[in-house]
């Protein structure tokens, strides 16, 4: 068994390894070893393209995330604890991105972004082109679908008996959702905002359909730059994305832990709404 999990690990792991290896490699070709030398990277910083490229991928993933994890959140609610009319057909939509090619999902945002242009600059005489965007509200309808999964499964293992309590308290809706609702589902929003920025971050496909010059993505860059030639500085990127990535990583993890259950709750001030772990120790209480 040992051994098993020894083969995948080293599977999973080995050509991270092999990358961070070769980032350093003072030769011009990728996969061989020249010696140790760290001018891959000061080319990397001194590029100023790619450093470009950069800032426009943390600027859409950002405010593609923020936007995401809003409207997903919002969309998880309302498909979970709310019935109206054409609920189904809005459930079903919700799922296209998930479900339909990257590359198909890259020519609609790219045929619907070519003729909003044309009708906007034919109606108000405003010439538009594409650009940051473009590429912003791009990811921003694919990104919804994955928060609103994620989100929509941390609601549905949460207690409705809790909500509830909370009405019963004379809670708002605003109230039950803020003390009761979100700090329950919060994981799952961290969770999703985690998934769509790490999307936004690593889209290729969507991203080269619907920039424009001067909004070259990243990952855009990176492959522009693999189809003229590999140089070391491609693992140089690579390593420094793989850093960030971990970092955000243990990012999330060390917030979690800090949300973990054990801290002390603070004593309850006149008119707040009791924590949710109150009412639901209150309920049990009740029901034995």
Known sequence: MGLHAGVVFAFFYAPIAILVVFSFSNDRVVGRWGGFTFDWYGEFWNNNQLTNSISV????????????VVLGTLSALALERFTFRGK???DALLYLPIIIPDVTMGIMMLVFFAEGIDVIDALFGITLSKGLATITLSHVAFCISFVSVVVRARLSGMDERLEEAAADLYATRWQTFRHVTLPQILPGVAGGGLLALTLSLDDVVVSQ????????????????????GVTPMIN?????????????VAGMLAVDRLRSPGTNVPAATPGAIPPAESIQNGQERGDQ
């Open 57 to 68: 991928s943390l600027q859409v993933a950002a405010i593609s995330t923020v936007v995401s």
């Open 88 to 90: 189904r057909v809005f």
């Open 209 to 228: 359909f619907t920039s424009g010059p001067g909004a070259t993505t990243l990952p855009v860059f990176v492959f522009s730059l693999i189809r003229k």
């Open 236 to 248: 140089a990127v690579s390593v420094v994305m793989f850093v960030a990535s971990l970092i955000l």
